[in-house]
Every structure is written in C-alpha cells, then in structure tokens.
C-alpha cells in the first residue's frame, strides 16, 4: 500500500505519511512560497518541486534527501533570447459575434510559469511552462534545453524569429499564469513508460500533441474530440484540455478530463471517445486519474461548471468508472455533502496501490484507501492545494 503523498500548495511542500496506522503531514520545504507541483523521479529518487514566488519568478528545487532540504542553485529554465510566441488577449467587444474580440501580438517568451514536470528512463526530465514551452533535459536535470520541435510547430505559428507579419497560431490561452498573463500553456507530460521517445503533452488551450521520434517531431492527438463551445466543434486545433493520464502498464489506454467533457482513448490517444454522464454529473472538472493496472479503471472529481467552479450541489463526491467510461459510480461516503464549496485543480488527484489522494484549493485533503469507496479526512487547513502526487 502507498504511504507517503507529495503535496504542493500556495505556501509551501508538505510531504504525508502512514505512521502508526494514520496519516501525518509535515511542511517538508518552502514555507509561504507557491508550489505548482511536486513530485519524485521514479529513476532517481529526487524530489522536485516547480515553485512560483511571485515576484522572484519561477524556480525549480530538488531535495535528494526526501525532503530534508532543498537546493534551488540547480539548472533554472530560461527561454533561449529571440524566442517568441503569438499571444491572443481577449477582450469585451459587444460587436463581435461572442462578446469577446483578441488583440493579437507576437511576445518575446519570458518564464511565466512552472506547470509541471515528468520523467523517462536515461536521465530525461521534462518541465512544461507557460507561455507553451516544452524543456528537457537529458542529463537528469543538469541543463534544460527548450524543444524546438514543439516551439516551432506550425501549429504555433513555426519558427517565428523567421516568420512573417501574417504567421498565425492555434494554441490560444489559459489565465493560469502567475502573472495573469494570457497565454498558453503546457500541463500535461505522458511519456510512454515502454518507449522513452513517445511522449504526449496537453496544452491549454490546443489539445494533445504526441512525438514518437524523442521530441524531433510533434503531431496532433485530437481525432474524436468535440468543442461544445465554439462554431468549429470538431477542428484539429484548440482542444481546451484540462489535463491526461496515462495508465502505466496498458498504455494504450489514455484519460482526459477536458473543458467540453470527459473523453477516453483505448487506443493510444489516436482516437477519442467522449464519456461524459452530464445527468450523473460527470462533465466539467479538471483532474483525472487512470488506473496503473487497469486501463479501463480511472477516477475524477467532477465541478459544477466553468462559471461556478464548486462541488456539485454542495455535495463533494468522486466518480469512477471500472469499464472505460460505459458507467460511472460516485463515491461519496465520508466526503462532505452540505456546503462543500471545494474545486480541485488538475494536479490534486492520484492513486496508487489502491489508495486515492486529491487535495482542493478550500484547503481539505482527503484520501480513501479502498479505492474510493470510502474516504477520510487528511486534513482541512491546509494552504490552497495545486498538486497531490504520490512518492
């Protein structure tokens, strides 16, 4: 059974632990600094945490001492000079067919955000950031290099230190920045745990884009998906994904919780399946997390909408399907059903061992140790919760 948790929150790493039959937290590092997320290299043993101080920017830590302490003078991401991105800002205009207008300017790329990181066997470590950039490393994290490949797709526009003044992009934005800028941004790292050199990422907002070739080239994984609120539901691009999970021992079998809906892949994200059960409640939410044994086994802790990001009704309840998404149960036993407010963010939900963790930005962290039948209480005064990985 998995005992210890990683926990990410907006001040600081806490790091949760079976001892003696319960579960104990501690504050492992970081105090009062943002933690987008937090996790341990399988290959390693390292611990890193993606941390946003506000002011000073984004920077990575690594412990190697389970947390005991933290180094932060390591290898830093840093977007390379003449790197740039289009940006799309929304904005009120009463004209337009929507509401909305965009104000479209190309942007040197500057750090905005760690988002989250991954890891492959040989020493590779992956950081997604806003605004969109995919960093790598293949030296277990001594240097970061920013993939080209990705950058440069046309998708995004291509190179665009050569493009024109017509150069278009069809990665649109996310407000997830530290800063509150408007750009996209990389959330979601599956790297293939059979071949090191597939590697899916998702992008808000854009979809899910895979490379087979180690990173040299990039293609879009969007066939199948719909987007219920724009007039071209079924375009290639700009798939407002909220994140995907991988399961790791049937890897075929791919899971995605997305703004439209909750969509499945039994065949290695080449196509999608939306599995959505809106009467049940299961729609709109933002993590999502597979089974590692049984790919047709995954969990997700649904929200009411965009414009009311809360529990359902007030009654906080995790849904789970054993058979691909044909049915889902929920899971309610011990979780607040009166005046639960919380939202859980798409990092702040994994299992492992049968025992599933989520954390909600209202500060509660709640676990179940039968594989959701039942859960308890970790603890309610956390700091906003941003990511619950286990470690």
């Given amino acids: 059974m998995s005992s210890t948790l990683l926990v990410g929150t907006r001040k600081g790493t806490f ?3 079976r001892v003696d039959g319960a579960w104990k937290a501690r504050l492992a590092g970081h105090a009062g600094t943002g933690v987008n997320f937090v996790a341990r290299d399988p290959y390693t043993g390292k611990l890193w945490a993606l941390l946003g101080h506000g002011h000073w920017g984004a920077k990575l830590s690594v412990s190697t001492d389970d947390g005991a302490t933290w180094a932060d003078n390591v290898a830093q991401i840093k977007y390379p000079e003449g790197a740039r991105y289009i940006a799309q800002d929304m904005f009120e205009d009463s004209t337009a067919e929507y509401g909305v207008g965009w104000k479209v300017s190309t942007k040197p790329a500057t750090l905005a955000k760690l988002w989250v990181i991954g890891f492959g066997p040989g020493g590779r470590v992956y950081v997604g950031t806003i605004p969109g950039g995919l960093f790598e490393s293949r030296d277990g994290g001594a240097s970061f290099e920013l993939n080209r ?16 003044p017509d150069a278009q992009t069809k ?9 509150g800028d408007f750009a996209p941004g990389i959330h979601s790292i599956a790297v293939h745990p059979r071949d090191p050199d597939r590697v899916m990422v998702a992008v808000s907002t854009a979809g899910v884009i895979e490379t087979t070739d180690g990173g040299r080239t990039w293609r879009s994984r969007n066939r199948g998906m719909a987007m219920d609120h724009t007039p ?3 375009a290639e691009w700009g798939h407002d994904t909220h994140f995907i999970d991988q399961c790791a021992d049937q890897p075929e079998h791919v899971w995605q919780q997305n703004h439209a809906g909750v969509f499945y892949s039994s065949d290695g994200a080449t196509s999608w399946t939306k599995v959505s059960v809106p009467e049940q409640g299961v729609h709109f939410g933002f993590p999502v997390t597979a089974d590692a044994m049984d790919g047709r086994t995954a969990w997700l802790v649904p929200a009411r909408g965009d414009n009311q990001r809360t ?4 009654g906080l309840f995790v849904a789970r399907t054993t058979d691909g998404g044909q049915s889902w149960t929920q899971l309610r036993a011990g979780l607040p059903q009166g005046q639960a407010w919380d ?7 994994a299992n492992q061992g049968g025992v599933v963790a989520f954390g909600s930005t209202t500060g509660n962290l709640y676990l179940s140790e039968d594989r959701g039948d039942t859960w308890i209480t970790v603890g309610n005064n956390f700091p906003p919760i941003y990511s619950v990985r286990f470690g």
């Avoid at 490949?149 to 024109?164: I, N």
């Avoid at 990665?171 to 800063?179: H, I, L, R, V």
């Avoid at 529990?311 to 007030?314: E, K």
């Fill in 171 to 179: 990665w649109f934005g996310t407000p997830a920045s530290e800063g």
């Fill in 232 to 234: 071209e539901a079924e």
């Fill in 311 to 314: 529990a359902i009704d007030g």
């Fill in 15 to 17: 790091i949760v632990e």
């Fill in 149 to 164: 490949g990705l950058w440069d797709h046309e998708s995004r526009g291509g190179d665009l230190a050569q493009a024109g």
């Fill in 343 to 349: 939202i859980v963010y798409r990092h702040a939900l």
